[in-house]
């Protein structure tokens, strides 16, 4: 069975149409590629000298979601983009391939565009599956018996040999917190689903170190482990909203809501969670309810009786539904991800990680981020669809003086290319906690249609660091708000007050913005703010088409020094 296998040191070779061909990561029957090269699905790939399917073939199989949401954008904005541009909208390129069905323990020539790389598959592993250990499908009414399901899983997970696989076959199974360890796969075939119940979490979980405001933890946990993979065909559920009418409360008897938007084919459904705030969680909450319930429980207090401290706290202690701390060599593969009572996946303090082929549907969840990183290095995300209540992939580094005294590091080396981005209030987020910095990101070939922010760098005065070495390009976005968004204006006032003010607030620097096509930016095309004294610098656009709809949706710049926006061109649709 699958076994893991990362290798993130450069395994690089040179041909004439590809550069840095590199292994992503290598199973006992999968192995996963990246490269740089000038086009997309002609680039010839060969497995031990026999041609193989195209890249577009491959990619569509892997996440047919995001190859069939490609084909719909362009189709629609195409032709739009072309009335007022006078050419099509650029082509984000799909520089990535999965191997499948392949033998364990056997070396594979890779060979992509003339470039080539040896690459050994791992050994076959155990496989163990949880209803041989007690756990059993169907919806579990009570804290017992989902306690028992509990055991039974995390009873599998401990007897899991070196290099094993725990399944969780088809069927529902419902869960409170496990664990991960090392060197094991967790494999999930069914829908692995949170309780509805708070005491089923382990409690105490802390962002950060210097932070005061425990949470309960998440349904997959992992801390101070080494190579392992979360992947599979089916479904991991939070558990952790109702869902919505259009009018954003929850649906009579909590019935199965969806949305459209005007460019939706009708292909795909979209799922519609309601949205809420610390004042009505209870009543449009499930496992977010119980959670905020609880916690006020355990300091003596009621709805009632809370203070307004007293009530963000147990609103902030919703759990996530995927919490990794202190790991090296993190997989997540294939699943979707839906309906968290927090954010989605959290990967913190941790390096060597790997997020290809996932769906994350959280869209009108209460900070409901698809993937954050924070404190982690080393991240490769690619070909995933993200369609969420917050940011969509957001990076923190810690907050204010308190970030400087833990030892640990901000965010750097990290690569997002090939995704498809739908709502999000940001789709890539740096911040706003950016006091260790965050460094070396490369966005590329995605596509954002209907993300509020596609790039939003944000950081409030209180928590300083800085944002520099970062890339964006070949980019194409459709129907956006803020297109492009650096700022230090971020309201996040309490960070200053708890966990001591930095000397200076954040910088923002050192950003390439190019071959970006965008229609229908609705608000500003470009927004830079910084704070009196510390301007954002050498910030540069080139090759950046606009397509508005007014003329007073263009770029608005305070407080910067030495940047380019020679490269932008903003047509008016008239």
Not at 38 to 44: L, Q, V
Not at 269 to 291: D, T, Y
């Amino acid at each position: 069975m699958m076994c893991v296998a990362f290798v993130f040191a450069a395994a690089c070779a040179f041909g004439k149409n590809v550069e840095n061909l590199e292994l992503r990561h290598a199973s006992s029957d999968e192995i996963f590629v990246s490269w740089d090269s000038a086009s997309d699905d002609e680039i010839p790939v060969l497995l031990n000298g026999e041609k193989c399917e195209s890249v577009g073939e491959n990619a569509g199989k892997s996440n047919s979601l995001v190859s069939s949401l490609r084909e719909e954008f362009y189709g629609y904005y195409d032709g739009k983009f072309e009335e007022v541009a006078g050419r099509k909208m650029i082509r984000t390129r799909r520089n990535f391939y999965k191997f499948s069905g392949l033998e364990s323990s056997t070396e594979y020539k890779v060979n992509v565009g003339g470039s080539e790389i040896s690459v050994k598959t791992q050994s076959a592993g155990k496989v163990l599956d949880v209803t041989k250990f007690g756990a059993v499908p169907g919806e579990l009414g009570s804290v017992k018996a989902i306690e028992k399901n509990t055991k039974a899983i995390q009873k599998a997970i401990k007897k899991c040999p070196k290099n094993g696989t725990v399944l969780v076959p088809e069927g529902v199974f419902v869960c409170g917190s496990i664990k991960l360890k090392s060197d094991m796969t967790l494999k999930i075939d069914g829908v692995l689903k949170s309780s509805p119940f708070a005491e089923n979490y382990d409690f105490g979980f802390l962002m950060y170190k210097y932070y005061t405001d425990k949470r309960y933890f998440g349904l997959i946990n992992a801390d101070g482990a080494k190579n392992i993979r979360i992947v599979g065909k089916g479904t991991v559920d939070g558990n952790g909203w109702k869902y919505a009418s259009s009018s954003g409360k929850p649906t009579e008897g909590n019935a199965f809501s969806s949305y459209k938007k005007e460019n939706d084919s009708g292909s795909f459904v979209f799922p519609l969670f309601a949205s809420a705030s610390r004042k009505n969680v209870h009543e449009r909450g499930i496992l977010a309810a119980s959670c905020a319930e609880k916690y006020l429980e355990r300091i003596g207090k009621t709805r009632g009786s809370a203070s307004e401290d007293e009530l963000k706290f147990a609103f902030s202690s919703r759990s996530t539904m995927v919490i990794i701390r202190n790991s090296s060599g993190v997989f997540i593969e294939g699943l979707s991800f839906v309906n968290p009572a927090n954010h989605t996946i959290n990967i913190l303090d941790s390096e060597n990680i790997g997020v290809t082929g996932i769906k994350v549907h959280s869209f009108n969840c209460a900070n409901g981020d698809g993937v954050g990183l924070i404190c982690s290095q080393n991240a490769w995300i690619w070909n995933n669809f993200f369609d969420t209540g917050d940011d969509s992939v957001v990076f923190s580094a810690g907050v204010g003086k308190a970030a400087s005294t833990t030892g640990e590091k901000g965010v750097s080396n990290v690569r997002i290319f090939g995704n498809h981005f739908r709502n999000g209030h940001g789709g890539v987020a740096f911040g706003s906690h950016t006091a260790l910095g965050i460094s070396g990101v490369s966005i590329h070939d995605n596509i954002f249609n209907w993300s509020n922010i596609p790039f939003r760098v944000k950081s409030n005065p209180a928590n300083g660091g800085e944002v520099f070495d970062v890339k964006c390009f070949r980019n194409a976005m459709g129907d956006v708000y803020q297109t492009f968004l650096l700022s230090t204006d971020y309201k996040d006032g309490s960070t200053a007050s708890t966990y001591g003010k930095a000397d200076t607030p954040a910088v923002f620097h050192d950003v390439e913005i190019s071959d970006c096509d965008i229609y229908r930016a609705r608000q500003n095309t470009y927004l830079l703010y910084a704070e009196e004294g510390y301007p954002h610098h050498h910030i540069k656009f080139s090759g950046v088409t606009f397509v508005v709809f007014h003329d007073d949706e263009m770029g608005e710049v305070t407080n910067a020094s030495e940047c380019d926006f020679s490269g932008v061109k903003t047509l008016v649709v008239e």
